[in-house]
């Protein structure tokens, strides 16, 4: 979801000259900049989530469908909200949600899954990550560490709260975080823009940041990065790659989301003014495409394209080694749906995408327009198999190849 | 209710609002035995209507909003007290159950609504126009999926609700109603409040 920004009604709410009066009150917070008159009744608006554990044999399960030679299954459910994923040294998948603030610990047993709730009552806890056995948790207003967490999956005790070191900003607006560590050891999250498309300071939203695992030494990797949901390490050239969230209210097809090449820390991406190659008009006076880095790919009209992996198993076949899983959560903006599977970006041997291909589909009922599931994160388990996150079902596929 | 009648009424929603996934929804007749069990009329009223101040009806509310907001409650991710209290224990399935339980049940306004000020209702009906509420709320108000019915709410909870979306006090499954929010005087919130519950 939630590109969420902008609030419906919010073009009116700002153009009221009643508002005008209240001079005492901060400025407007801009969420529904960007949203032309032509739209101001459409009935668009974020999909409700689904909060309650459903069923294993109400999971779409069957509905899924992968390429030739793989097999999908339903992997764990009954983990309502199931967003980003990161795996322990002994196999423990963990799991960050947003509106029900919980983390989830997956563990095999013996074939079957056990869903633990280790940390709740958090704010978007979105943010997952895993580095020497201890677990750390982000929400929008917090930085949690979780030492030796899967020697205590059964009662994690206080985590250490390194809240006050990274100085996170409040905002709520896509506030949430992805997480993931670098191979330079360094923890690595998003900055979100907090509206949907407005005037703010580039150097302290629309950002890739990193830190060291102690919340010091703060450092800009990327620029002009609306809201990126997801982000992996090229294996081989160790490059910075991302996905990013375009704006809403642009039109049915316009912008795209895009996949980012970061080939040096601290580039210029272009968002407020460009986005995948289109200057958007709203921002006046604009700044041409040609200022900034142009995306790696496009992913498609408001596809909400989050969590993504290179592969790294040796499982698939060799023409998925170092190519890129891509989650595409599914659109709210748009009157035709879009997104709601996995996708993989082709590179070839100098790292140029040469493709988008549909890899995990079915979950977009296109004949009635309607979804049956929303792909939030991508995961590489170190036995080669993919696991996929659903948020809307609580659920997690495990997709294998051959045997 | 005829069975037709709710067929053609689900098939017209489900033309109107194609997007979700279909799903299993709870037990009224269960759900109304746990609310018996636990009082919940005390509050909000036998039959769902409530008469008392700042505590609303649940009567004829979409069955997604109150799961929604129980969660809220049982995760204590909403501070309304007591009903963080009041939530915890309960199973998802028991949770909708009362849902279906509620929603089920004929809206209406409370016993206790007072006479419709034409001033403020006018004014209501204007900014509701202008804050386009109906394009989430549906042009009458009666709400959908995770989004509340409005139509015939108390006016005092209405203004409190209102109030706390604009100070950051209450979030929903998202930041919309906190952005729609934004800015809006009490005195505006007043008039809200009193056209939507004289509807």
């Not at chain 1, 900049?33 to 009935?43: E, H, I, N, V, Y």
């Not at chain 1, 407005?198 to 830190?211: G, T, V, Y």
């Not at chain 2, 006479?115 to 009906?125: V, W």
């Amino acid at each position: 979801m939630m590109r969420t920004c902008l609030a419906l009604g919010l073009t009116a709410v700002l153009a009221l000259p009643a508002m005008a009066q209240q001079a005492a009150t901060p400025p407007a917070p801009s969420w529904a900049q960007g949203r032309p008159d032509g739209m101001a009744a459409s009935p668009l608006a974020p999909h409700a989530p689904r909060m309650t554990v459903t069923a294993p044999d109400q999971v779409p399960v069957a509905a899924l469908r992968v390429p030739q030679g793989f097999k999908v299954e339903l992997w764990a459910s009954g983990a309502p909200g199931a967003r980003m994923m990161a795996e322990g040294p002994n196999g423990t998948v963990f799991v960050g949600t947003r509106t029900i603030g919980r983390v989830y610990a997956v563990t095999d047993q013996g074939g079957q899954r056990q869903v633990r709730t280790i940390a709740q009552r958090l704010n978007q806890p979105n943010g997952v990550a895993v580095r020497d056995g201890n677990l750390y948790v982000v929400a929008i207003n917090r930085v949690l560490r979780y030492d030796g967490i899967e020697g205590k999956l059964d009662a994690p005790g206080e985590p250490a709260d390194l809240t006050q070191a990274f100085a996170l900003s409040p905002e709520e607006h896509h506030g949430w975080k992805f997480l993931a560590f670098g191979p330079d050891g360094r923890l690595y999250m998003n900055r979100g823009v907090p509206c949907n498309v407005c005037e703010f300071d580039r150097d302290r939203f629309a950002l890739i940041l990193s830190f060291n695992p102690d919340g010091s030494g703060q450092r800009i990797e990327a620029k002009g990065v609306r809201n990126s949901m997801g982000f992996d390490w090229h294996p081989q050239t160790r490059e910075l790659w991302a996905t990013n969230n375009g704006r809403d209210w642009a039109g049915n097809d316009t912008p795209e989301d895009t996949l980012l090449r970061i080939r040096r820390p601290g580039e210029d991406h272009g968002f407020p003014y460009c986005a995948a190659n289109w200057q958007d008009p709203f921002m006046q006076p604009g700044r041409p495409c040609s200022e900034f880095v142009a995306p790696a790919a496009l992913l498609g009209p408001h596809t909400a394209s989050l969590g993504m992996r290179f592969y790294t198993g040796t499982a698939f076949p060799e023409a998925y080694r170092n190519q890129i899983f891509i989650a595409r959560r599914g659109s709210w903006n748009r009157e035709q749906l879009s997104g709601y599977d996995v996708v993989v970006a082709k590179l070839d041997a100098q790292g140029n995408v040469t493709g988008i291909e549909p890899f995990l589909t079915g979950l977009r009922d296109e004949a009635n327009n309607r979804f049956l599931g929303r792909p939030v994160d991508v995961l590489v388990r170190r036995d080669g198999s993919l696991l996929v996150s659903d948020e809307q079902n609580g659920a997690i596929y495990r997709i294998t190849h051959g045997q | 209710m005829r069975p037709g009648f709710l067929l053609l009424a689900a098939a017209l929603l489900a033309a109107a609002f194609p997007f979700g996934p279909a799903r299993a929804a709870g037990d009224a007749a269960r759900g109304r035995a746990l609310a018996e069990e636990h009082s919940c009329g005390g509050c909000h009223g036998p039959q769902g209507v409530s008469g008392q101040p700042n505590i609303p009806s649940l009567a004829g509310q979409p069955a997604d909003f109150i799961t929604l907001q129980m969660i809220l409650f049982r995760e204590v991710l909403r501070d309304a007290p007591p009903m963080p209290d009041l939530a915890q224990g309960l199973s998802d399935q028991q949770i909708e159950d009362l849902a279906a339980h509620y929603a089920a049940l004929p809206s209406g306004p409370a016993e206790d609504r007072g006479p419709r000020d034409a001033g403020r209702f006018h004014d209501g009906a204007l900014l509701a126009e202008r804050l386009r509420c109906g394009i989430c709320h549906l042009p009458d108000y009666r709400g959908r999926m995770q989004i509340p019915r409005l139509a015939g709410q108390r006016e005092e909870y209405l203004a409190g609700a209102m109030a706390q979306y604009r100070d950051g006090r209450r979030h929903g499954s998202d930041t919309n109603m906190n952005a729609v929010m934004y800015g809006v005087t009490d005195a505006e919130i007043a008039a809200l409040a009193h056209y939507m519950a004289q509807q």
